[in-house]
């Protein structure tokens, strides 16, 4: 069975940091391209940041230059560090890992964690 569990959110004032964390089980997370979304109240879900197979990283306007992405082999976990946060990044985040095979696609959601920036 196919895990990912988010860990790491909650509240922090303006200006402020958090490392959120994805921890995978039943599958390998350096096969699979890992990104991460938000999703805020009455909005619809964005990409946030992602991380290919071969290390290459991309970024949301909103959030280059504030937020890195990185994966630990070791750990099976992506990481998202989260700095000089707004009130704007306050939304649930969601993990999330995407296979691309000839024929099919697998595609893993976690739970979602929430973050809470205060002004």
């Known amino acids: 069975q196919v895990q990912l569990v988010e860990s790491g959110g909650g509240l922090v004032q303006s200006g402020g940091s958090l490392r959120l964390s994805c921890a995978a089980s039943g599958i390998n997370l350096d096969v699979y391209v890992m990104s991460w979304y938000r999703q805020a109240p009455g909005k619809q879900r964005e990409l946030v940041a992602t991380l290919t197979r071969s290390g290459s990283a991309g970024y949301a306007g909103s959030v280059k230059g504030r937020f890195t992405i990185s994966r630990d082999n070791a750990k099976n976990t992506v990481y998202l560090q989260m700095n000089s946060l707004k009130p704007d990044d306050t939304a649930v985040y969601y993990c999330?890992?995407?296979?691309?095979?000839?024929?099919?696609?697998?595609?893993?959601w976690g739970q979602g964690t929430q973050v809470t920036v205060s002004s």
């Open positions: 999330n890992a995407n296979r691309k095979l000839p024929g099919w696609t697998m595609d893993y």
